[in-house]
């Protein structure tokens, strides 16, 4: 027990050390568990030959993983993507296990393990890829959905590489794996499995049904076990109940031979419209984070430093030469499918690596005499390092690649022809609804945008929109600043945003700005630039989600506006408050003085609401009067 309590000790406390280094360092989660694993392992010598088991442990956060983002897709949307899910994935797997296997066979490779070698690195990981792409935001992109439907095709493609892999066996390796293993060998048979000794038409009578036991269990037996479960009003056993769900059907794939991440992933596609979705996510989500970090740390404290400096060069080269060609064959397929910019290198740098499968694949080979010993550690040392690299792919890209796609590398900025009353800077989904209330009601406008593609998409709809960077004092200058009524600040990037505000405020203490503000302290910045007005990009939406609220809670929608109104008037009272303790260079939370006053206002707000006080009694009548009609507020 002592044993099991240090180890448990040990991993914990390397994850809870380096993940947020890693995080605030900007190096993302991946890397701060494999590096803690180098650390505990490798360096340290802290956790040893138990790391292997493990990792066969902790591979079952790939099961839940998948089985969360089958929850987030709906059959319509799966069917959606079949065109990316067998052509790209399908080609992905096929290109590479050619190309790959052809070249180890030209290294003198037998034809059989240069197959399985293919076969091996023509997958990537599911585990790291998936956790990168949802941890910056970019799994609904593009790139990102592509990678999913290849990752989702390769763990298709895993069940019928099984079957494979022991017709590739050669006698010579098997021979030699039984002289060094002998009797205990047999123990692989033990295992448990509903298909053994069936002949062919039974294998795949068996896994049908157990597919369709999935599928229809998952829409018809879910929903009542479930609400049986929920009315006794126990969190930890519907947990439990979630738990078991997602080991069954793992449970269930395994003995029929195919692969338990796809079995629960099909179960989350079938649950995707259940109404207990959102609770089966918060339920699973904690172990499925927990296991996959584990799984990090035993990929980076499995890592043979000894073995990879005495074959360092070898290593090396083969993993570099790996990366090189799977990206390759990625980048070509990404230019066949029609992805563009930063999807495109997205694609071809976040599947460039082998997979956590692949571990799993070569250890079958392994015990099916298909590769060498030998060819078998060197292998195993190349999808880890390619692993190990996957997270400094991502940051190349994010820090490196992404800003250069965005400012739209070679076009020419737009010579700008017109000028009008309003500039628009930006023509996101902010700044186009400005612009057509502006046009509406017979405003002159000249917009600009950074963004190629946005330019674009607008001009398609007959929306004349300007190529270039409104930051740029002589654009500005261009468009009309000296003449110009009005400037709508409406980009997303804050720091261009008040390059813009500052340039205006300086040139034209009289025009009249508008900027958009991400959120309250981005409001004192774009004060203290110079702006007028700051428009929170979600504090509408969220008032108005308020006042929904209150209605469906049964309060009349005059008295719900009226409530509404009188919250926006008293939250610009609380700004106008906290703005002279803003310190740009102190973060709110950490700013005793804001977080007291903050606290005094916040109390003082709820008392207005209810017309308790006599500085704010009746502010929800003087917020529903017009705006002409209203007393004078100065005072607060």
């Known amino acids: 027990m002592t044993g099991l309590l240090f180890q448990g000790f040990i991993y914990l406390c390397a994850a809870v050390i380096a993940v947020p280094i890693a995080k605030r360092l900007g190096l993302g989660s991946v890397l701060g568990y494999l590096i803690a694993g180098i650390v505990i392992g490798p360096i340290t010598g802290l956790v040893g030959s138990e790391t292997q088991d493990i990792q066969h442990f902790a591979e079952f956060g790939v099961v839940m993983m998948l089985f969360l983002v089958g929850l987030e897709l709906e059959p319509r949307a799966l069917w959606d993507m079949r065109n990316r899910l067998l052509g790209l994935g399908g080609l992905q797997v096929g290109a590479t296990t050619l190309i790959i296997g052809t070249i180890a066979y030209l290294l003198g490779v037998p034809w059989q393990s240069a197959i399985a070698v293919g076969l091996v690195f023509a997958l990537s990981s599911t585990a790291i890829v998936l956790q990168t792409l949802n941890e910056k935001g970019l799994m609904k992109s593009d790139g990102g959905q592509s990678s999913f439907s290849v990752l989702l095709f390769q763990d298709i493609a895993v069940i019928p590489m099984l079957a494979l ?50 599928v229809v269990g998952g829409h018809y037996l879910s929903r009542p076990l479930f609400r049986f479960i929920a009315g006794a009003k126990l969190r930890e056993v519907f947990t439990a109940a979630a738990l078991l769900l997602v080991v069954g059907i793992a449970l269930l794939m395994t003995l029929v031979g195919l692969s ?61 030469g790996l990366m090189s060609i799977k990206a390759l064959v990625l980048y070509c397929l990404a230019i066949i499918f029609k992805l563009k910019g930063a999807d495109k290198w997205l694609f071809t740098l976040g599947l460039a690596q082998a997979g956590e499968f692949g571990f799993v694949l070569l250890s079958f080979t392994l015990q099916n005499g298909v590769i060498s010993n030998e060819l078998s550690q060197l292998l195993l040392l190349v999808v880890a390092l390619s692993m190990l690299l996957t997270p400094a792919l991502f940051i190349a890209y994010e820090r ?23 500039i628009i800077a930006g023509t996101g989904r902010f700044g186009q609804i400005v612009n057509r209330m502006l046009l509406g009601n017979g405003f002159k406008t000249v917009v600009l945008d950074l963004s190629a593609e946005a330019v674009d998409r607008v001009g398609r709809f007959g929306v004349k929109t300007f190529f270039g960077d409104a930051s740029r004092p002589d654009l500005l200058h261009a468009a009309g600043l000296h003449e110009a009524k009005m400037i709508v600040v409406a980009i997303d990037d804050e720091a261009r945003a008040l390059e813009i505000v500052r340039h205006a405020r300086q040139v034209r203490p009289d025009i009249h700005i508008v900027a958009r503000a991400r959120d309250r302290n981005s409001v004192y910045d774009m004060y203290y630039a110079g702006a007028n007005d700051m428009i929170r990009e979600t504090f509408d939406s969220s008032v108005r989600a308020g006042r929904s609220a209150l209605e469906g809670l049964g309060i009349h929608p005059y008295e719900a506006e009226k409530i509404a109104s009188a919250f926006v008037e008293l939250d610009l009272w ?21 977080i007291k006053k903050a606290i005094e206002v916040r109390d003082e707000m709820d008392r207005a609401m209810v017309g308790s006080t006599d500085g704010h009694k009746g502010a929800v009548d003087r917020a529903w009067m017009p705006p002409g009609h209203r007393p004078d507020d100065s005072e607060q």
């Open 165 to 214: 892999i022991p017709l590739l066996a050669i006698q010579e390796y098997l021979d030699h794996l039984h002289d060094d293993h002998g009797a205990s060998s047999g123990g692989h048979g033990a295992e448990m499995s509903l298909v053994e000794g069936l002949a062919g038409w039974q294998v795949a009578g068996v896994t049908v049904l157990a597919i369709v036991a999935v």
């Open 400 to 422: 490196l690649l992404l800003p250069k796609l965005t400012n739209e590398q070679q076009r020419k900025e737009d010579e700008i022809t017109e000028q009008g009353t309003v």
């Open 574 to 594: 609380g700004i106008r408050q906290l703005a002279e303790l803003h310190n740009p260079d102190i973060p709110p939370h950490e700013n005793d003085e804001y």
């Open 260 to 320: 338990p991440a796809l079995g629960t992933f099909l179960a989350g596609v079938v649950l995707a419209n259940s109404e207990f979705r959102h609770e089966l996510e918060s339920d699973i989500d904690p172990f499925k984070g927990l296991l996959l970090g584990l799984f990090f740390i035993t990929v980076g404290a499995g890592i043979n430093f000894g073995y990879l400096f005495d074959q360092f060069a070898i290593v090396v080269g083969l993993t570099v």
